[in-house]
């Protein structure tokens, strides 16, 4: 059984930063594959970025690569969202997922387990 809790959203303007943490219960967490997802509203949820169990592969959306950093703590069981530039589009509930396995998912479908989500608003 794995429990997942996010925190760190909030408000910002275009330009700032925000850090997201996503805290994990569990013995797996160290062999599981680690995801961020955000939903806008009215909008599909969409995958951020996933880093693999060692911290070393990661992916990303394009359109927040080199402005987001994912990466985790294995010793601590929890998994970062470093989040630079912020901008309007940006805006929505992110939500850490995980899963067991060695490669990237990107569909929601694909993740057993999940937080309750965070909110994450950029004002222009």
């Known amino acids: 059984q794995v429990q997942l809790v996010e925190s760190g959203g909030g408000l910002g303007q275009a330009g700032d930063s925000l850090r997201l943490s996503c805290v994990a219960s569990g013995r797996s967490f160290s062999v599981s594959i680690m995801a961020w997802f955000r939903q806008a509203p009215g909008k599909e949820r969409l995958l951020v970025a996933a880093v693999d169990r060692s911290g070393t592969s990661t992916y990303y959306q394009p359109s927040v690569k080199g402005r987001f950093t994912i990466s985790r703590d294995n010793g601590m069981n929890t998994m970062y969202l470093q989040m630079n530039s912020l901008k309007p589009e940006d805006t929505a509930v992110y939500y850490c997922?995980?899963?067991?396995?060695?490669?990237?998912?990107?569909?929601?479908?694909?993740?057993?387990?999940w937080g309750k989500g965070t909110q994450v608003t950029v004002s222009s």
């Open positions: 997922a995980s899963r067991p396995g060695t490669q990237t998912y990107y569909a929601p479908s694909e993740y057993n387990y």
